[in-house]
Antibody, heavy 115, light 110 residues
Framework: QVQLQESGPGLVKPSETLSLTCTVS????????WSWIRQPPGKGLEWIGY???????NYNPSLKGRVTMSVDTSKNQFSLKLSSVTAADTAVYYC?????????WGQGILVTVSS | QSTLTQPASVSGSPGQSITISCSGT?????????VSWYQQHPGKAPKFIIY???NRPSGVSFRFSGSKSGNTASLTISGLQAEDEADYYC??????????FGGGTKLTVL
């Protein structure tokens, strides 16, 4: 059974960079697309973007060039960086397998942007 | 990118059927068969329940079914059960090779 686990700081200061990692277990990261999705408290889901195991990416245009994703196949991990964060970036961040459908999800990690 | 349009809430009694709509455009829902649905219970990660408009992943109850007509997709839950009370989200592939979600629908089982 494939499992995903997000990790990273739960608190980030405004204007700094949010960095998260997703570790995949129970299966290989190769031959799949991997995505990040977020959910502000009490609100709906927002797609952030995807990375293919080969490294190709596509991001949500609304995030205006602040997003960077990377993959480390040797560690079965992929990562998200979101720069110049503001309070509007406070959300539960999920990693998931797939694009455009998401069949396995991590449990989510709450990241709060606050000084 | 805009979100797909879903009703904020729907309700039904145990045993009844309900339908949740998901409206988009020809650049997303209407243009592709890649519509998915997710169920989310409070404090939990979303669960994948329908893909490619009407397909059910292994292990998902046959009570969940999906369909699409034009720019609108629908999720129908038949034989409502208390455990079905949750938030439901649709998503669609778009012409920009991105994914857009609906705003979510809260299902209340009366």
């Amino acid at each position: 059974q494939v499992q995903l686990q997000e990790s990273g700081p739960g608190l980030v200061k405004p204007s700094e960079t949010l960095s998260l990692t997703c570790t995949v277990s129970g299966g290989s990261i190769t031959s799949y697309y991997w995505s990040w999705i977020r959910q502000p408290p009490g609100k709906g889901l927002e797609w952030i973007g995807y990375i293919y195991y080969s490294g190709s990416t596509n991001y949500n245009p609304s995030l205006k060039g602040r997003v960077t994703m990377s993959v480390d196949t040797s560690k079965n991990q992929f990562s998200l960086k979101l720069s110049s964060v503001t309070a509007a970036d406070t959300a539960v961040y999920y990693c998931a397998r797939g694009q455009p459908r998401f069949d396995y999800w991590g449990q989510g990690i709450l990241v709060t942007v606050s000084s | 990118q805009s979100t797909l349009t879903q009703p904020a809430s729907v309700s039904g009694s145990p045993g009844q059927s309900i339908t949740i709509s998901c409206s988009g455009t020809s650049s997303d829902v209407g243009g592709y068969r890649y519509v998915s649905w997710y169920q989310q219970h409070p404090g939990k990660a979303p669960k994948f329940i329908i893909y490619d408009v009407f397909n059910r992943p292994s292990g998902v109850s046959f009570r969940f079914s999906g369909s699409k007509s034009g720019n609108t997709a629908s999720l129908t839950i038949s034989g409502l059960q208390a455990e079905d009370e949750a938030d439901y989200y649709c998503s669609s592939y778009t012409s920009n090779n991105t994914v857009v979600f609906g705003g979510g629908t809260k299902l209340t089982v009366l």
